[in-house]
Nanobody
Framework: EVQLVESGGGLVQAGGSLRLSCAASGFTFDDYAIGWFRQAPGKEREGVSGISTSDGSTYYADSVKGRFTISSDNAKNTVYLQMNSLKPEDTAVYYC??????????????????????WGQGTQVTVSS
């Protein structure tokens, strides 16, 4: 059974940091694309960052570039999202998602939510001003 479990969310003041983890099980991590998405109240879910576990290519939404860093520990089947300089507008439920993606996504396709087969349950991130 494929499972993605997010952790690391919480309440933080503006300017603070959090590190989210996405622990995957039930599939081999190689040749997968892992994405982080978020959904704020009243808004559509949007792509935050993505990574190709095959070659380590990373992708970021413009709104988080320079503040967030995605990384993968293939030995642990875990992807991390280090979030620094958090802003109140980063408040959302954060989801990780995974899909087999031979050759990896590109700078456009990583955002395609329909392409992702597996989703975690989400973790709440709240940034206070």
């Amino acid at each position: 059974e494929v499972q993605l479990v997010e952790s690391g969310g919480g309440l933080v003041q503006a300017g603070g940091s959090l590190r989210l983890s996405c622990a995957a099980s039930g599939f081999t991590f190689d040749d997968y694309a892992i994405g982080w998405f978020r959904q704020a109240p009243g808004k559509e879910r949007e792509g935050v960052s993505g990574i190709s576990t095959s070659d380590g290519s990373t992708y970021y939404a413009d709104s988080v570039k320079g503040r967030f860093t995605i990384s993968s520990d293939n030995a642990k089947n875990t992807v991390y999202l280090q979030m620094n300089s958090l802003k109140p507008e980063d408040t959302a439920v954060y989801y990780c998602a995974a899909t087999l993606w031979v050759g990896g996504p590109d700078g456009i396709t990583w955002r395609n939510q329909v392409a992702y087969d597996y989703w975690g349950q989400g973790t709440q991130v709240t940034v206070s001003s």
